[in-house]
């Protein structure tokens, strides 16, 4: 995606407020000159005060001239700060809004690629490098710019001749400012990236720090996290020292370009075509207009690192999406809960098909439970089945409608999963259960709790239900988390439910009791379950044994036991190793 294009896409949307600023900042820019203007020609006339009193009224207009541009330099300020605070906070909502939007209409499969801490950094970064932008656009080009041609328009009404010379050197000037702030940016691009790297290294000891101790590898990551800073050190360093070089060059240009510019202007007036405000005005002007030249070099250099931050960012978060919706998608009717895989061809990026022609019908209210090693397809299937991923050929229909022709928000409404790894919000527990039905009563949100039984330990909490569980639910144990999760479900009531290994993280008397509550939970529902515990699927209607995309084996739990299948053989391992 184009920065330009996109940033363009939210300046219509804003343009009253932006099309203010610029013209506050324009307006604000040519009162700063006309101040020198006024107070150059009242400078200019005092002298002939002594000899004619007449020129009162003159020296009078100019101060009043000066009032005014001094009045409406204080104006615009105002109107442009007051218009900014606004525009900038507005601005940067509305893109924050659509990268919320594209992030979470990205695909899980975007997600397995991309970490989720670095996209939410590029987020970041999109929105700081386009606020970013915004102000080297206005500060360092658009403010200079007004400020340059209104100077040398100045200059040149004094003598055009003179002004085309302080022009050229101007010109020379900024050609090599821009040149010399441009070298620079191809440092504080290293600088920056080196130490990214190093943040991002910090970052990951911190967050896998119980591994690091775990290993005793305490002095390795800190070699290694010393070894990457210094490199970030030295390429900050010889940033610093390629600036202070450069900045030296430009500094040096600068003198002799205004130190000529100041002979030029002295040397029109010795030849008699500048009167004295001419001169007052010029030497005044040009200190002004050098100064802006220089911060267009900065703006050179800035803007490039600002454009490469936003463009990397944009490509990562706007990548196509993997799965989206049809043009003409609906709503699913779901006139039943029957479950239909009808010749389903399926493959992982770069790897040969996992399932090639799979059919698979499950009954309305079927409880079907998956067995399988890893790697069969039993996870695979239930995530092309909430559409985490497309088929690549054939279909599969819920409540007889195709899924893909359907909003994919109304097919998960329909749906309640139980993962094996729970998934909790740095929120409190009543937030994390009622995320099933966002509308539910607290009273809901308890019955929920007690169904999955997590009320006796929610209480136990020193906040109870307005405990917060820490990032991912980390101050809670692996049982606890699963059964919040449970009773999230519980409280969704969807009419299909799909347990993967959901009673994995519990203990045998907790399991029990899940065991009851998912009963009652499963009852009138279409049910597909993966457990590597057998003892968990004896209820189920229907066993399907897979391997390697397969069905190799179906039926009961008994009549699978009898066969002496694949299905005998897992079981019997489970029975020796209790």
């Given at each position: 995606m184009s920065v330009f294009a996109f940033i363009l896409k939210y300046l219509r949307k804003t343009k009253f407020?932006?099309?203010?600023?610029?013209?506050?900042?324009?307006?604000?820019?040519?009162?700063?000159?006309?101040?020198?203007?006024?107070?150059?020609?009242?400078?200019?006339?005092?002298?002939?005060?002594?000899?004619?009193?007449?020129?009162?009224?003159?020296?009078?207009f100019y101060i009043g001239l000066m009032a005014f541009f001094l009045l409406l330099e204080g104006i615009t300020n105002y109107i442009w700060r007051y218009f900014g605070g606004k525009f900038q906070p507005y601005f940067s909502s509305l893109i924050y809004k659509d990268l919320f939007v594209a992030v979470h209409h990205q695909s899980i499969n975007f997600f397995n690629i991309e970490m989720s801490g670095k996209v939410a950094s590029k987020a970041k970064n999109i929105v700081s490098g386009i606020r970013d932008i915004y102000g080297s656009v206005l500060f360092g080009l658009l403010r200079p710019i007004t400020g340059i041609i209104v100077s040398?328009?100045?200059?040149?009404?004094?003598?055009?001749?003179?002004?085309?010379?302080?022009?050229?050197?101007?010109?020379?000037?900024?050609?090599?400012?821009?040149?010399?702030?441009?070298?620079?940016?191809?440092?504080?691009?290293?600088?920056?990236?080196?130490?990214?790297?190093?943040?991002?290294?910090?970052?990951?000891?911190?967050?896998?720090?119980?591994?690091?101790?775990?290993?005793?590898?305490?002095?390795?990551?800190?070699?290694?996290?010393?070894?990457?800073?210094?490199?970030?050190?030295?390429?900050?360093?010889?940033?610093?020292?390629?600036?202070?070089?450069?900045?030296?060059?430009?500094?040096?240009?600068?003198?002799?370009?205004?130190?000529?510019?100041?002979?030029?202007?002295?040397?029109?007036?010795?030849?008699?075509?500048?009167?004295?405000?001419?001169?007052?005005?010029?030497?005044?002007?040009?200190?002004?207009?050098?100064?802006?030249?220089?911060n267009i070099g900065f703006f050179a250099g800035e803007f490039s690192q600002d454009y490469g931050q936003v463009k990397d960012g944009l490509n990562l978060i706007f990548q196509p999406y993997q799965v989206k919706d049809a043009p003409d998608a609906h709503n699913i009717k779901m006139r039943d809960q029957a479950i239909n895989f009808d010749k389903i061809t399926y493959h992982y990026e770069d790897k040969e098909n996992l399932f090639d022609s799979f059919n698979l019908k499950i009954k309305s209210g079927e409880k079907v439970g998956l067995v399988g090693h890893s790697g069969s397809g039993k996870s695979t299937l239930i995530k092309l089945l909430v559409r985490y991923y497309d088929v690549n050929g054939g279909k599969i229909t819920v409540g007889g409608e195709d899924i893909s022709k359907v909003r994919q928000n109304s097919l998960r409404a329909q749906i309640a999963v139980i993962p094996q790894d729970t998934t909790l919000f740095n929120r409190t527990i009543m937030e994390n259960i009622r995320y099933g039905k966002i509308d539910a009563?607290?009273?809901?949100?308890?019955?929920?709790?007690?169904?999955?039984?997590?009320?006796?330990?929610?209480?136990?909490?020193?906040?109870?239900?307005?405990?917060?569980?820490g990032e991912r639910g980390v101050m809670l144990s692996g049982g606890e988390r699963q059964r919040i999760a449970i009773a999230r479900a519980i409280l969704k009531n969807a009419p299909i439910l799909i347990l993967d290994e959901a009673t994995s993280a519990l203990d045998s008397e907790s399991e029990q009791y899940i065991q009851k509550s998912l009963k009652k939970l499963m009852k009138n529902k279409t049910v597909i379950a993966i457990a590597h515990r057998l003892s968990t699927l004896r209820e189920m209607d229907r066993l399907v044994v897979m391997d390697n995309g397969k069905i190799i084996e179906e039926g009961s739990h008994d009549k699978l036991l009898a066969a002496k299948g694949a299905y005998y053989e897992f079981y019997q391992i489970q029975s020796l190793n209790k």
């Open positions: 407020m932006a099309s203010v600023i610029v013209v506050a900042m324009i307006t604000r820019s040519i009162a700063d000159r006309g101040e020198v203007y006024a107070m150059s020609q009242t400078i200019g006339i005092l002298p002939d005060y002594a000899t004619d009193k007449s020129v009162l009224n003159k020296i009078i040398l328009f100045l200059i040149c009404r004094a003598d055009l001749l003179m002004g085309g010379i302080i022009s050229v050197l101007n010109l020379i000037f900024l050609g090599v400012n821009v040149a010399i702030h441009k070298k620079i940016g191809s440092y504080s691009e290293k600088r920056a990236r080196f130490h990214a790297e190093a943040d991002g290294v910090f970052i990951d000891t911190v967050t896998n720090s119980d591994l690091v101790k775990s290993f005793a590898n305490y002095f390795y990551e800190k070699g290694y996290f010393y070894r990457v800073l210094r490199t970030a050190v030295r390429s900050e360093q010889e940033e610093r020292t390629k600036d202070a070089l450069y900045d030296l060059q430009g500094k040096t240009l600068f003198y002799i370009v205004y130190l000529v510019s100041c002979i030029c202007v002295f040397y029109f007036w010795y030849l008699g075509r500048l009167e004295l405000a001419d001169v007052v005005m010029s030497t005044s002007l040009m200190d002004g207009l050098m100064m802006e030249i220089t009563s607290d009273d809901e949100v308890i019955k929920a709790a007690e169904m999955a039984y997590a009320d006796e330990f929610i209480r136990r909490l020193p906040h109870g239900y307005d405990s917060k569980v």
